[in-house]
């Protein structure tokens, strides 16, 4: 029979009984695909993400269902039931795992336990259908009882967990009772006026599991936000405490950068200038990232400005850094270099505390020295001391004071850049200002995937108030410092 041989009654009565559905099918699949789309480009919440596959396979559902999309497709009988009882059977696995992501793994794991019985059903379930016919009652009566269940479970978890539950959840009581019903009636065969009341049943959940994913990813965006704004803050708060420009001494030239890995870091240092001739450079690593070596930072500016009596000896100001900041860092450390520089007599005096060797340039014998001098964490080690070195400087020689940072990022081979490349670069700039020297150095170091929060100071000896020249000042002995207990 042609399609224009069809009876108008006929075709009126299938389009009366069919379009409705036809049309919800339509708006579940539109809600799925804003689901996916929102999940994935704005708020990334795992409950958008299983409502729009829960959407899209219940939608798919009731196409192929769909007697207006048989005539347009002529799909046989036996592909029609065989897609839709698989459809049914994985539409489930969604709405379980949507009340995984909402209520957590339930009373004794009972809405986990569901999760997995609904996955073992369906993966055997369906290839049992496919190959034998047999078993499409057997396996649409136990998956119609896993789903009243799953919707009674989650249910019981949204009514009797009112105390705990937030509002979002206690928004679902009303669809999932009448969810539960047009369930049940359509598994009676009831269909009042040949009207299948479970579509209808379904899109009043929906509204609710949209209302309650749309409203959570709302407020965790304005979590997000509120956050960010916070970092902001915190961001604009530590940069005030990292100097801004070096001090300005006659006899020297100074350059530095800071660069965090996220928006707030553990990196720090500061200058102390104590005279026109003398200075004092600080350059610390907090471990871990984020807001708590950002904290502990903080507290790093206000020791270090508390040592201005004594800042011309490095050993005494990290004792005295050890001895204000023990006991208040939560299990953080803090290693730190700390060169003490003076121009009357030519001389660096420097300690450090678990820290990378800082690195002095001699331009007139055109090699590196090691500044390796090191002892404990500062704050984990109240009774820890530290020990002094001192070395002779002369004109255009550069002194490198960095965090570990430096010799862990990775260049664009992938390999770690190490000291002996930033010992070869200091070589290889001899001629260069301090600024380009970094400059160089970071061209060599930043990649996208910052692993490490990196910090560098860089200062030039342009001239001396004292005409002793460094290769006749002998090397002084080591001078400890115990702190005060």
């Not at 803050?233 to 950068?257: C, E, H, K, W, Y």
């Not at 939560?330 to 820290?355: K, M, W």
Request: with cysteine; aromatic share 10%.
């Amino acid at each position: 029979m042609s399609p224009n041989s069809f009876p108008f009654e006929f075709v009126k009565s299938e389009l009366r009984s069919n379009l409705p559905y036809f049309g919800v099918a339509s708006i579940v699949l539109a809600v799925g695909i804003s689901s996916l789309a929102l999940a994935a480009i704005r708020f990334r919440d795992r409950l958008l993400f299983w409502l729009g596959i829960l959407s899209i396979l219940y939608a798919s559902r009731l196409f192929i269902e769909n007697a207006l999309v048989h005539t347009a497709i002529a799909m046989a009988d036996r592909q029609i039931a065989l897609w839709t009882f698989c459809l049914t059977y994985l539409i489930s696995i969604p709405y379980a795992f949507f009340a995984r992501e909402l209520l957590g793994s339930g009373w004794k794991k009972s809405i986990l336990v569901w999760l997995w019985i609904e996955i073992a059903f369906a993966f055997i379930a369906i290839p049992a259908v496919i190959f034998n016919n047999r078993w499409f009652g057997p396996a649409d009566l136990v998956n119609s009882i896993l789903i009243v269940s799953g919707t009674l479970l989650i249910l019981f978890h949204v009514i009797f967990r009112r105390k705990s539950s937030s509002s979002f959840e206690r928004g679902l009581t009303w669809p999932l009772i009448i969810f539960g019903v047009t369930v049940l009636l359509t598994n009676r065969q009831y269909r009042p006026h040949k009207v299948d009341p479970e579509p209808l049943g379904f899109l009043v959940l929906l509204a609710g599991l949209g209302s309650v994913a749309s409203r959570r990813a709302v407020a965790r965006e304005r979590k997000l936000v509120e956050v960010e704004q916070e970092l902001t803050t915190a961001r604009r708060i530590q940069n005030s405490i990292i100097p801004n420009s070096p001090p300005n001494l006659p006899g020297l030239q100074i350059a530095s950068r800071y660069q965090p890995m996220t928006a707030v870091a553990g990196d720090f240092f500061d200058f102390l200038k104590t005279s026109e001739t003398t200075l004092t450079i600080l350059v610390a690593d907090v471990s871990g990232h984020g807001v708590p070596a950002a904290l502990v930072a903080s507290m790093l500016k206000v020791s270090f400005a508390a040592q201005r009596e004594h800042a011309n000896d490095p050993a005494r100001v990290l004792a005295g850094l050890n001895s204000m900041l023990r006991g208040s860092l939560g299990g953080q450390y803090v290693t730190a270099a700390c060169a003490a520089i003076d121009l009357t007599s030519g001389l660096i005096t420097y300690a450090g505390a678990g820290h990378p060797p800082s690195l002095l340039f001699r331009l007139q014998t055109h090699d590196i020295v090691q500044l390796a001098e090191n002892g404990l964490f500062i704050g984990p080690f109240p009774q820890a001391t530290y020990s002094n070195i001192s070395v002779p400087f002369g004109s255009s020689d550069k002194l490198l004071l960095y965090t570990d940072g430096i010799l862990e990022a990775t260049g664009p081979d992938g390999e770690e850049f190490g000291q002996k490349n930033v010992e070869q670069l200091l070589l290889n700039t001899k001629d260069s200002f301090p600024a380009e020297f970094i400059e160089q150095l970071f061209q060599k170091i930043s990649t996208p995937l910052q692993q490490d929060d990196l910090t560098v100071v860089l200062t030039q000896f342009t001239s001396r108030a004292s005409p002793t020249t460094s290769e006749t000042l002998p090397l002084p002995q080591k001078k400890p410092h115990h702190p005060e207990l």
